[in-house]
């Protein structure tokens, strides 16, 4: 084939627990924040694509209650998944995931603590991811983060940030601008 899909962006539900001031999905009607994809519309959506990653975002995934189901669906498909969370629900969640080559928990972390908690417009959320963090790789799960940077983000804040979360173990971390 000369073009194939890469990634699937596959959105079980758009329901979340924070109301980010850079992010529009808890605006949707109710009706739609009520909406969830089933383990087997996601598995289909998966095989229809072809993609050999698939990537969930939100919302928040671990919201659905038939998340572990969903990702241990895919991973028997051989999927890499990504599975993309601000890590409020995430230590307490660990149990009905088993780490995989095959699993990344790719978690949301805007900066150092004061430019994370405002980013999420909740104080104690850096906190709470970055424990969760800690967990996940303790127990073996592959951790990335996912970053917005954005206006007036001090470069050597940005800095110390990439450090803490490298020196955490995590295995990369995925950069985006937060445009106006």
Request: proline share 7%.
């Amino acid at each position: 084939n000369a073009r194939y899909p890469l990634v699937l962006m596959l959105e079980p539900l758009f329901r979340c627990n924070l109301a980010c001031a850079g992010c529009g999905k808890i605006q949707y009607p109710e009706h739609v924040l009520q909406k969830r994809l089933t383990p087997e519309e996601c598995w289909a959506a998966a095989e229809e694509c072809g993609a050999p990653i698939v990537s969930i975002p939100g919302g928040e995934p671990l919201i659905h209650p038939d998340m572990p189901e969903i990702v241990r669906g895919l991973v028997a498909r051989k999927k890499y998944v990504y599975l993309c969370t601000n890590a409020l629900l995430l230590e307490r969640k660990l149990d009905a995931y088993t780490p995989s080559k095959y699993l990344t928990f790719s978690i949301h972390m805007d900066g150092l603590r004061e430019e994370h908690d405002i980013a999420v417009c909740r104080d104690g959320v850096y906190d709470v991811a970055l424990s969760a963090i800690k967990a996940a790789l303790a127990r073996g799960f592959r951790v990335t983060t996912n970053t917005t940077l954005f206006d007036g983000a001090n470069p050597e804040r940005v800095r110390t940030f990439f450090d803490r979360m490298m020196e955490l173990g995590v295995e990369g971390m995925m950069i985006s601008p937060g445009y106006s």
